[in-house]
């Protein structure tokens, strides 16, 4: 009698221990699913996320190069209103983009794409000018390396820059090309940026206030 109710009680006990354990597996795989089920939905969640883009790209609606330039002129995507400080921070990009240019017409270029990248504090911008602005500052630059007195090619130059400036709606600056604070991001005054040295575009960091066409003459005897 003893050991049938000792039997009795220790198959209750096994009965007992292994629905436990069924229970706990059972659990531990529902657990396991759910994890699935998150991590799953997480990745369709990223899939289909806009794409992050850069600030500087962000201000410019997402627009850049030649479809950039003829949004600024309001030839194209008339419904966009940019910024004051996206104004800004275009005219940096395409000043930049002119001090480019001049630089490889010193260099001896004698074409160039339209399309080149500007890097700035906040990061690259892909710029864009028309090929007559870049055909003509390649040529007028390439007389100012030959002769860096010529009033005639500065004259031009500044004449084409001026038309640039006036289908993009700014005013030109005097000193367009002649500025240090101006070809800093005006948005980020207060950020170090390493020194570079002269030469390259390291001509653009000189602290010098002149006007563009003494600058010129400057720029091409150095």
Known sequence: MHGLLLFTA???????????????????RLEAKKRQIASEKAAKERAL????????????HDLE???????????????????EDARKRFELVIRKHLL???EKAKNGERSLDSETMIRTLRGPVR???PQD????????????ANDPNDERAVASIRSTIDRLYLQLGYQTPEDVLGLDDQTTDPSEE???EPKRPPGADGFMEQKRHFPSHVFLLYFYNY
Not at 133 to 142: A, E, F, K, T
């Open 100 to 102: 480019e240019v001049l």
């Open 127 to 129: 710029s864009w000018l």
């Open 190 to 192: 207060t950020t170090d």
């Open 10 to 28: 220790l198959l209750t006990l096994a009965l007992l221990v292994y629905g436990l354990y069924q229970l706990n597996q059972r659990v531990m």
């Open 65 to 83: 190069s030649e479809e950039l330039f003829y949004a600024m002129t309001g030839e194209a995507h008339q419904e966009l209103e940019f910024s």
């Open 49 to 60: 996320a806009p794409p992050q883009r850069d600030k500087s790209v962000d201000i410019f």
């Open 133 to 144: 602005v870049v055909s003509s500052l390649l040529m007028q630059g390439g007389i100012l």
